[in-house]
């Protein structure tokens, strides 16, 4: 009885391993309180999803590295490793228009 139960309980909670493109989801969150969960016309800033992972990671390393000019994007940069950066990129590259957030797009 009490291995059904942990089964149970076990079987409910969500899954726990996080693989890439979890993780990728999971950093990506704070990239939409600026750029926005899907890509929306009229948002000051360019969205991310819909951007190919080729383009959003040499975007990210330009920024990173200093060689592409910005207000905050090369100290934001700065604070992941190239791995994050990756994922990010992978992510955003998977899903075009996904929201991140799982919320109802309000749009
Ligand atoms: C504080 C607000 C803010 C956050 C958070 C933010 N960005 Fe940005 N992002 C900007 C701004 C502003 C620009 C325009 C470049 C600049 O001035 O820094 C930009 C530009 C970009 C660009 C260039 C887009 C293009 O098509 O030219 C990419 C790529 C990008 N951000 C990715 C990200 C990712 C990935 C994250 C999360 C790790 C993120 N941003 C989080 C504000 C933000």
Redesign the pocket.
Known sequence: MRTLALTLILACLPATAAGPIDEGAR??A??T???GPTPVTGNA??P?TG?SRE??LA??RA?KAGTR??????Q??KG?TDEQ?AL??AW?GQAPTAPVTGKKDRQ
């Open positions: 950093l990506a704070t990239c309180a600026c750029h800033l360019p991310l951007q383009a959003l975007s990210l920024f000019p910005a207000t905050i994007m090369t934001l940069a992941y950066l990010i990129a955003f």
